[in-house]
């Protein structure tokens, strides 16, 4: 079974950068797609960003284009977040999940990570 932990998160000012990782465990997540989702106080959880297992396609919620960049290296099992000219608005907790029908549609992620927590000062 495979287990993801998100790091990287912290405390920024507006403006400022932070750059999250998704580490797997227990099995190689080499096949498969992978996601960023990011979760507000008082709000539901909604899709960040994407990348197909091979990098070769990636996706992003409109929010955050031009401004975030994923990327993954499948020799250290890990996918990364990007995070550039952070605004007030992204603070929340960022949880990273497998898109575990090779859909990259958000609704097919899961086996979330226990999420780290970002939060913008303005």
């Known amino acids: 079974q495979v287990r993801l932990v998100e790091s990287g998160g912290g405390l920024v000012h507006t403006g400022g950068s932070l750059r999250l990782s998704c580490a797997a465990s227990?099995?190689?997540?080499?096949?498969?797609?992978m996601g960023w989702f990011r979760q507000a106080p008082g709000k539901e959880r909604e899709f960040v960003s994407a990348?197909?297992?091979?990098?070769?396609?990636?996706s992003y919620a409109d929010s955050v284009k031009g401004r975030f960049t994923i990327s993954r290296d499948n020799a250290k099992n890990t996918v990364y977040l990007q995070m550039n000219s952070l605004k007030p608005e992204d603070t929340a907790v960022y949880y990273c999940?497998?898109?575990?029908?090779?859909?990259?549609?958000?609704?097919?992620?899961?086996?979330w990570g226990q999420g780290t927590q970002v939060t913008v000062s303005s």
């Open positions: 999940a497998l898109d575990l029908r090779g859909s990259m549609r958000p609704w097919d992620f899961g086996s």
């Open positions: 227990g099995r190689t997540v080499n096949n498969y797609g």
């Open positions: 990348i197909t297992w091979n990098g070769g396609s990636t």
